[in-house]
């Protein structure tokens, strides 16, 4: 078996019969590996408190603290509990020593006289495990560093982007309202709403940080979803577009949510469907409060999703259109604030051509206001 070992890695020997231990060197020792040997069971423990070990090969019967006695303050022990040991013991095959054995904590039991090749294969599977532990922990430490400088850098970015950006579209809207050349003003609304398209990006982009940096605090309070609702389309719908756009409630639709986080899924969606739906079709947005335990939204628009893309509609970077200029954001943070509440969300294609997301808000949001929690 072929290891790749970055510095040597130390196996602990413990017997207090001197030819054993020379006789285990022989087999086991090569540049890749320290032995560390120890003549009883209070060298072993002395050794353990300075050495890190992929693996501890222990006598049985050893005088003072015997083997199984040390397996088990190895494993009341948290620097050492998760050692793999492997038994070595010249008495006769015994079922019930052999369970006590396996009690201690042992993995695996060697008899004298030891088998070189055996041994030598046994050790070299530890210690390749025990390598490929440390590796794949320190992946993972460079990871969430190299994650969490993500998260930093993006969220600065955001806050050092808004300034700037805050005043091209100021400019851009003075252009816009006073009386200038038809071609200066088409420049200027193409300004704004690329503005506009920016910001939003930038709002994505800080959310993800946020949630990524350890949550965002929900503000839950009693409130009417269908106003809100109602209030997101004099905001987010152009005036051009307000016909296409239909609002109906039913049912008591008061619940406790965050007002903000909602507000940021309902203009998401309606803002979805009229980018996304077909030119001129009419939007029909449904609030549902008939049921006693949650209130449920649905938003219809013509128009299917490809079947291919809907498994994966709510993941990051996936659900957006790379030639309308999103990130594939939107869904991603709607779904997490949506879960945030204890809800769901989800979105299907209709027998009839049309694409239909409903969500469903708990009246008593699960959370109790605790920090939201996202896995990107």
Do not use: W
């Amino acid at each position: 078996m072929s290891i790749d070992l970055p510095a040597p890695v130390n196996v602990l020997v413990v017997d207090d019969v001197p030819q054993n231990i020379a006789a285990i060197e022989a087999v086991l020792q090569r540049p890749e590996l320290r032995l560390l040997n120890a003549s009883s069971g209070d060298a072993a423990l002395e050794a353990l408190l300075l050495h890190d070990v992929a693996l501890a090969l222990i006598d049985v019967r050893m005088p003072g603290i015997g083997g199984f006695e040390l397996a088990e303050l190895m494993r009341g022990t948290e620097r050492t509990r998760r050692v793999p040991i492997i038994f070595m013991t010249a008495a006769e095959r015994d079922p019930t020593r052999t369970f006590r054995g396996y009690e201690a904590g042992a993995v695996d039991f060697l008899h004298k006289p030891i088998d070189p090749l055996i041994l030598r294969s046994k050790v070299d599977v530890f210690v390749e495990l025990y390598v490929q532990r440390r590796t794949l922990a320190a992946q993972l430490a460079d990871l969430k560093n190299a994650l969490r400088l993500n998260e930093i850098f993006t969220a600065a970015l955001g806050h050092d982007l808004r300034n700037p950006l805050n005043t091209i579209a100021l400019g851009a809207e003075v252009m816009v309202r006073k009386s200038q050349p038809p071609e200066i003003t088409t420049i200027a609304e193409r300004i704004s709403s690329s503005a506009r398209r920016m910001g939003r990006m930038i709002e994505q982009l800080l959310d993800v940080a946020r949630i990524r940096a350890g949550g965002i605090e929900l503000a839950v309070r009693p409130s009417d979803v269908s106003s809100v609702c109602r209030t997101i389309m004099e905001e987010v719908v152009p005036p051009r577009d307000a016909a296409r756009v239909n609002v109906t409630a039913t049912g008591d639709t008061t619940a406790m949510f965050d007002i903000d986080r909602l507000t940021q899924v309902f203009s998401n969606l309606v803002g979805n469907a009229l980018q996304h739906g077909e030119a001129d079709s009419p939007i029909a947005v449904t609030i549902n409060g008939s049921e006693p335990h949650a209130v449920s939204v649905q938003i219809r628009s013509r128009g299917v999703i490809p079947p291919e893309k809907l498994p994966t509609l709510f993941e990051p970077f996936r659900s957006g259109n790379a030639k309308q200029g999103g990130l594939g954001l939107g869904l991603y943070i709607v779904s997490q604030f949506v879960q945030a509440h204890g809800g769901t969300v989800n979105a299907r294609n209709t027998g009839d051509r049309h694409t239909v997301f409903e969500v469903r808000i708990p009246r008593q949001p699960a959370t109790g206001g605790e920090p939201l929690k996202a896995t990107l």
